[in-house]
């Protein structure tokens, strides 16, 4: 999947070099898309709420394992033992699937936002394209706009 990635985006660096754009020679520029988005203020702060939350699931799972553990201790049977494994093993599984349906959406929506504010830049900034850094064999640091970007959106 990385080389169909890598070997498109220099199918498009060739493109556009050999045919130019409308206005004469296109302005190329690449970021650090993992730090774009991690230094993102509304990721950081989707993020902080995800932890919260796992947090919490954590803690309602840590207490039905100390009811397992106390169990265990007390010679309970196994069949009372396997029964609460069975649900903590459920109840784990019921706490990841609340999380991903209650955040995949909201990584989403913070991903397509964060789309359009790099689209915004680009235009303001004059660039014709911004290419992910991880999808290049390599790059002139000249041309990295990373810091650049991570600003702009944190003012925004």
């Known amino acids: 999947m990385k ?31 993992n730090r774009v988005v991690q230094e993102y203020p509304k990721w950081i702060e989707m993020n902080q709420k995800y932890t919260q939350d796992a947090q919490f ?13 106390k169990l265990q201790k007390a010679g309970a049977p196994q069949s009372e033992i396997e029964k609460k ?31 359009k504010k790099i689209e915004t830049f680009a235009k303001a900034m004059g660039y014709d394209f911004v290419l992910k850094k991880e999808a290049l064999l390599y790059a002139d640091d000249a041309y990295d706009v990373t810091e650049q970007l991570v600003k702009y959106l944190k003012s925004q």
């Open 57 to 69: 699931y954590q803690q309602k799972l840590n207490e039905l394992i100390a009811e397992l553990e």
């Open 85 to 115: 494994q069975a649900e903590i093993l459920s109840r784990k599984q019921q706490y990841e699937q609340l999380l991903q349906s209650e955040y995949q959406p909201k990584m989403q929506a913070v991903l397509d936002e964060l789309a």
């Open 3 to 33: 080389r169909v990635v890598t070997v498109g985006a220099i199918l498009a660096l060739v493109l556009v070099f050999l045919y130019g754009s409308s206005a004469g020679n296109p302005r190329i520029v690449f970021a650090d898309v």
